[in-house]
Every structure is written in C-alpha cells, then in structure tokens.
C-alpha cells in the first residue's frame, strides 16, 4: 500500500543534514594482550613516513557518523605507481584486533567498515564517499613503490547528524553518573538522527519501528526534532505492506520503500509511537492523517487471536520481536504489547472523537486482559507464562505489566517473584531492558529501577563506551552475537533511552520542585 | 630545470581526449586445463542473478583503456546491506587466473587491476572512477545479504584516447597477417595516446622518452597527431633535471614533473625524436627553442667518453637501457646510441644554422666512430663487443650499425657472423626487437627484416593479441619478468613500432608505384 500524499508530507519534513569538521584527532598505538587493550601515544601523524606494511591508528577522541578527508603527500622519489590503503574504522578499540578476512558470522561482512582503496595521485586530498561510524581509523599502507614514503598531512572528519547541538535541552543532576549516562545516550540518539532516526548508523542504518518508539522520547526531552517523529510516522503510515500492516522498517534509497519484514509487536507500536507524538505535540491534525493506519494494525492484530482472546503463539522466525532471544517464547509479550497498544488506540480515537472504535478498543482491552489473567497466569508459580511450554520470562512479566493486565501492588509482588524466579528467562538487548525499567518505574519501584539503569547502562560506560550499545552483556562486555565485533553496532538507538528517564525521573530540579 | 616557456606550450598543445561508450560485450565462462584456456558463451549477463561467491567475465571483444560504469539491479527482498564487490580487470585472459593476493613480484601490486568495493544502494549505477586498461572485466560478488540477490542490468565502459580514428591513415597490403600486425599496432598507439604518450595505459602510464621514439614514428604514418609529439618534446624540454639533463619520463599529475631517473640512451633520443620530428613536420621553431637542450645532451654524453673516445661502462643499474636484460653489457650500444644521436644532432645544427656545433658534432662523431672500430671491435670474431668482459650481443651490433659504425656490406657481414655467434646475448623486449628489423632495414636486408617481424609480432597476434605487448618471448608466451601477468603490460607502446615499418617500407601501394 502506498499514499502519496503522506509520502510526499513525510519527505518535505525531512531535516536538514549539519555538517560539523574535526580536525583534531591523536595517533595512538593500541596493543592487546589477553583481554586488556593497552594505549600507548605516538607522535603526530604528520610526521611519519609510511612505508609498505606501516599503519597509524587515529583517534577522533568521541564517536562520529561522517566522511573521512586524507591530505597525502609524499616524501623521496616522484610517486611512480598507486598506493594501495587499507582503511579500517572502528568504533571501539577491540574492533581493530580483528581481521576483517576472517570474518565467518551471519551478519554480511559487506557491513565492515573498511575498504582497501588505490590512489593514484599523491599529493592529493582523498575524500572517501562512503559514510562512516567511528571514533578510531586505521591507515595501513598495503602497498607503495619502494621509491617514496607516504605521509598524512592531515587527516579530518566531517560529522553528519540532523540534530540541532544549540537546541539541546539541559539536563540537571547531582549524580555524576547519571550525567554521565545521559551525555553517552544524547550522543548516541544525535549519531542515529540522520535524515531518519536509524537504528544504528554503522549497521542497517535503517528507520526500524522499534528503535524509533525510544528515540522519540528520549528526543522530547532533548533535541525536540518534533517534525522528525512527526515525519517518521508519516513514512511508515504512507509506506504499509499490502495488507495495510506497518512494516518492521522502511529503507530510504533509492527511495523510500517499506521492508517486507513485519513483526507483531513492532506493527502495533505504530500507535503508540503516534499516541506519544501526539502527547507531546497536541498535532491533531497528525491523528486524524494517521488514524485509518492505526485502526488497521488493531484489526490484523486481532486477527492473530484466537477464540479465548489470546494472541495465537506462532514458530515463524521473527514473528514478533521482543527482545533479541529465539529461546524466548513471545506469547505472552505480544499480548501484553496488544493491550499496551490498545491503551494508545483508546487515546487516538478519542482525540479524533471517534466513538465507535473507542468503545470497540475498550471492549477488547478488557476481554484481552481478562484472558491474560485466565490463560497466561500459572496460579501456582503465580507468574506469567508463554507458549505450550508455559516458559516463564522476565519479558512476559514486563509487557503483561506494561500493557495493564497486573496493577500496583499485585504487580510489585509479581515482579518480585519474577527477580526471584531461578527458570525466569533472562533479558539480552539493551532493547528489552529498556521496557524493565519502564516497567519498574510503572510499579513505583523508581529506586530500583534507577538502580538497575545506572548498573547496566554504567557498565558501558566503565567499558569505555562513547555511545550506547545494541548489544550488551555485562559479563562478557566484547561478546558479538554475529560471531564478531567489527559488525557490532556500539551507537544503537534502541539503548539511548537512560535519557528519557533520566530526564524525566532522576531530575535534580524536577525532584526539588 | 624548468622552463616555464616552454612548459606552457607544451600543456598548451595536450589533445583533447576523446570518449567513446562502448555498450556491447559478451558473458564467458574461462577454465584453464594445464596452459590452455578453454572459453565457453554463457548466458547474457543481465539473466544472471548474482548471490554470494558468484561472479560473471565480461568481454569487450577488443582492448580499451576507460572507465567502466555498471546498472546494478537486483531481485529478491529489498537490498538490506551493501553489496561488496571485487571487480578485476584484465588485458589478457590470462591474468584471470591468478590471485591478486598471492601476487609476490616486484612490481607494486598496487598496479594491479583490481578494486574490491562497497555498493551501498542497489538499484543504482556504479561507475568507477580509476582508468582501466582492459578487454575482460570479472565481476565477483564477494558478500551479498542473503535476501537478494545482485543482478547486472547494463555493463558499459567509456574508451578513452586522444587518437583521432577518423584521421587515421589507411593501409594496404595484399598480405593478411601484414594488415592483421598493423591493426594491432596501431591500436597499441592508440590506446597509449591520452595527455601524452603513454608507454602503456595499464601500469606506469607515463611519457617515457624510449617509447616515445616509436610512437612518433608510428604517429606520423598513422594519426599524424603532430603537436602531441611536439607537446610531448616540450614537456622533456621544459623539465629537465638539474643538470639539464633530459629525464627518462615525465609524471603528469598533480603536475607534470620530470622523474629523478635518467639513462645514457634516453637523454640522448631525445635528439632523435626532435630530428624525426622536424624531417616530418618541417616546424623550425620547435627545433629553434629545443636545439639548447640537445646541445646539453651532447655535453653530458661527451662527459661519459674516455680519452679514448669510448663510452665508459658503467656498473650503475639502469645506467643505460638498451634492452630489459641486466645480463647485458651496455658499453657498446651506448657509444653507437651517441653516434645516432650524433647524427640528428648535426642535421638540427644544419636546421638552425649552428655552425660552430655543426662541425664540432661532425668531429665529435668521426672521432667516435673511430674509437668504435679501434677499440670495441674484436678483429678476430670481427664482431662488436661491449664492457670488460668483451660481450658480444645483438644489441652492440644492432647499435653500432645504426649508429653507422659500420655500413653497406660490412654490416651486412656483420650481421650474417651475428646470427650465427651462439654466444652472442639475444635480445627480451620488442623494444630491443624494434631497433633490430630497423637495423636490417637499414643495411638492405628488407625481406629478413619482413620475415623476423612478421615472426615475432604475428606470435602475439597469434596468441590472441589485441595489443602489442612489454614483453614477448616466443618460447613462453605467458612469461613474466614480475612474477605474475596481472602487472605485464599487455599494451605497450614500445612495441607498436611495426606500423611505422609496414606503412614505411611494406605497402602494397608504394611496392607497385
């Protein structure tokens, strides 16, 4: 399905693209030994000459999506053939240990950032075309005539981000952490905010639904690129599949194109990624261009359900998405994920005043959580449970949580003996850790909550990290689940979300108030 | 040395170049079975779908030196990675075979055609922006998401070249592989005419004073692009090295720049080169703002001379050229190359109205002459020798006739107790070939000179040459001196020389005139 007219408003939102030039940047020499990375200092770039087999390590010193400009000249004889390079970039250090060659994950190697390119004419300036995420970048000389040297003269970046730096909000706290925690998620949320919010600008660098429901709000209380969401929205409700459902993601070149992906969960977010704009923008008009879309998923999501009003489980990969984990059994999730949609719908159809669906939306919020708690519910273990296998999970728990099936006190208690609950499934991405916090905030339990963000979102940053990750695991912090870190994206917009409570919880001023 | 004057009326005088697409080529699949290749059609490449580790040849069905631009396209789910691509050029079939990777030689593997690279959004047109020199392309898709698949909707390459086809001098011969030998050699000249000429298009890819000689040659009886010639004089006039010394070969880029190397016998054709030019063209003042260069050249050359009036050998490398052997002595050639040069030194003097050098050239030459015949010519084998070791070789006999050291019947003997020497040094490059047949030309033996060119030049055509090459040796066709066919020079300009012999000498239409 395809509407021009969201389409064509869609794009004529899209932001403007800020260009910012670094110059500055330290040759570093990095060397591993066991899992410890250790940094030495070298001298300045431009005083090295390279010869076949030299390399130099640059360190932009903060992470940047951008395009990297070499000056080279040379020292010795006239250059008498090409130089051949070999330029990596890296947004961590431990990127840089590993042989791009050797790569044999499922993720396709062509997301590597490094190319290997000819010049043929030194001196000259060498813009590479192609936009990078990174921090680090090694210049290894493959080849050169034995007759010159090759030198840098200046290496330099130009940044790319639609975010306005002069239009950051500021954010007040006691806590160095938390301040810290928060600078590492604007960054990470400034990095993904492109044309479109990507998901991650060193991977897939796509418009995903998923990422898009986060960064949405922690951009309400940063950059407050309104007109970007409001965009967004505009692409994925003009752009549907062919039964009307909102794809998982929407590619943008050559031109804007919906993915054939869908996901559960992640069509259904649609609404309240609109109900949030919405909240934070009072845009009627947005709802109203946008509500048919909403009605749609409502209606696609319940036919999913079966006669008791339970979301059918499903084996097909990918069916709905939840949290990175095919161990996990995603029932209960999407459930709870229809009845936190619902919640939303409630909310658009009685902005736009439309009586009949918000009565419809209402009635089946109601037969859904009745069924929650009659057929997802193991009264003896008293937890949530998902599949034929009942399998018990911290998500399930969550969702039924967020989506109002269990409130106050019943669901603190439920959360504590889920936390207690040894076969619990356990949480992977950043992503479903996002949703427990939310959770955790929802129940009351903002200590703890803040507790568990500062833990593990802290853990990135004692690991050095310039921008959150899309994968984290604090027992094995250089763990890649794509069977290497060089195709791990370290900016993933669905972790930028400690900004968002930390702005809107853990604020010194708002607490004083 | 720099003479901006002249300078400026050499890049004054570069061609324009001229660009033809070329739109047709054909999918093969290439096996090798011990030194044989065996070609098979495939289908049209754009019925091809492309997945991982797939890959397609091309061919252009004759050599171009261009830019190749691809129409890229694909089927499947919608390109949700970049597509990363090796893509391999190639002169010859040949240099399919071998990894670019497992190259060793000598040569700078950054020579060598071949570019991996990223394709970021597919559909879209890929046009490479290095220069190639090339008939075959291999197109080898190194990583592809597995959710599409790569297709190539149109492959084209812009020909580039200077030579003006439609000024091109016809020939006529009644003997086919006569006409066949021409139109590769003229192709060779055409496809190392762009800014300058060439020595060859895929690997150095500069004006060398040594090719230069030929290609004017062949220029003037084919494109009669005559101020490319004169451009070119100018150039070596222009930038000379700080003796005023007349290089070996110019750079063009970033600017045009003479190279640190020079050789005994490359400073001293330019001489030659201008004499040629001036017999062609009749242009004086060309001979009037250059005889000061050459009279420099005489200067420098005479410094090598001994008391006796006998080049000193030198064991410096690449001293003098003369031919691509390090086992060769150049003692001999060197002092005929002066003689030669001598010659055209004293028709330019003559040109001008010098005088004074004029006569001093005419002394200086006899006086070389002399010495040849005293003190290089072994009475009892009554052949040239060269160096301490008395060598004997085709190249000091070839030079000190051509040099006129010895003429009429008394070269002609020569040559006869040449041929039949065993141990004389034979010749490697079709450039060394080139001053042999002009050699045998010049002592009158006309048809023996026919007979070895259309041995040694029909050997490339029969192996499939659609260029002549840097190096032949009729006994390993697919030799190379560098280690690997991916860095020989498969068009070079050095031995294009017979289309200046053909059209000179062996042309139906003066025969029966």
Chains 1, 2 share one sequence.
């Not at 000056?71 to 990596?88: F, N």
């Not at 905010?193 to 951009?219: C, S, Y």
């Not at 009845?339 to 902005?351: D, H, K, N, R």
């Amino acid at each position: 399905m395809y509407n021009e007219k969201l389409l064509r408003e869609a794009t004529a939102l899209f932001p403007e693209i800020k260009k910012n030039k670094i110059n500055e940047c330290k040759c570093i020499d990095l060397k591993k030994d066991g899992d410890v990375i250790k940094r030495d200092p070298r001298p300045a770039y431009e005083s090295i000459a390279l010869k076949k087999d030299d390399s130099i390590i640059l360190d932009f010193e903060d992470h940047y999506v951008g395009y990297l400009s070499l000056d080279l000249g040379y020292e010795g004889a006239h250059p008498d053939s090409p130089v051949l390079l070999r330029i990596r970039f890296a947004e961590r250090e431990i990127e840089l240990f590993e042989d791009a060659s050797e790569y044999k994950g499922w993720v396709s190697p062509a997301w590597i950032e490094e190319e290997i390119i000819h010049v043929d004419i030194v001196p000259s300036v060498v813009k590479l075309d192609r936009r990078y995420s990174f921090r680090y970048v090694r210049i290894e000389v493959v080849d050169i005539s034995s007759r010159f040297s090759l030198r840098v003269n200046d290496a330099s970046l130009t940044a790319v981000s639609s975010a306005p730096d002069e239009a950051l909000l500021p954010y007040y706290s006691s806590n160095e952490l938390d301040r810290e925690i928060d600078r590492v998620a604007v960054k990470t949320l400034h990095d993904c905010m492109q044309t479109v919010f990507e998901d991650g600008p060193k991977r897939d660098r796509r418009l995903w639904i998923g990422d898009l429901r986060i960064q949405a709000l922690v951009n309400y209380v940063t950059y407050n690129m309104n007109d970007m969401v409001k965009s967004n929205l505009y692409l994925f409700g003009a752009l549907t599949q062919e039964d009307g459902r909102v794809g998982a993601c929407i590619f943008l070149d050559p031109k804007p194109e919906v993915d054939d992906t869908n996901m559960f969960d992640y069509s259904l977010f649609f609404i309240v990624i609109l109900r949030d704009y919405y909240k934070r923008t009072g845009d009627k008009k947005a709802v109203l261009d946008l509500f048919d879309v909403c009605k749609r998923q409502i209606q696609l999501a319940s036919n999913s359900l079966d006669e008791r009003h339970v979301v059918r489980d499903s084996d097909v990969l990918g069916w709905c998405f939840v949290d990175w984990n095919l161990a996990l059994n995603k029932q209960a999730s999407a459930q709870g994920i229809f009845m936190y949609a619902l919640e939303a719908a409630i909310e658009l159809a009685q902005c736009v005043g439309d009586v009949l669906a918000e009565e419809e939306y209402a009635q089946l919020y109601l037969k859904l959580k009745e069924a929650s708690n009659r057929f997802l519910y193991d009264v003896e273990k008293k937890l949530y449970v998902s599949g034929a296998e009942s399998q018990i999970s911290f998500a399930s728990q969550i969702w039924m949580v967020l989506g109002g099936a269990m409130e106050g006190k019943a669901a603190e208690r439920l959360f504590d003996r889920m936390e207690a609950c040894p076969e619990a499934v356990t949480m992977v991405t950043p992503y479903m850790y996002h949703n427990y916090i939310d959770a955790l905030i929802k129940i009351g339990k903002k200590d703890v909550a803040h507790r568990k963000m500062s833990k593990y979102w802290g853990g990135m940053v004692a690991n050095s990290a310039d921008t959150f990750w899309e994968l984290y695991n604090p027992e094995k912090p250089n763990e890649s689940p794509y069977g290497g870190t060089i195709v791990n994206s370290y900016c993933h917009a669905w972790s930028c979300g400690p900004a968002y409570f930390l702005r809107t919880y853990f604020n010194d001023t708002k607490d004083e108030s």
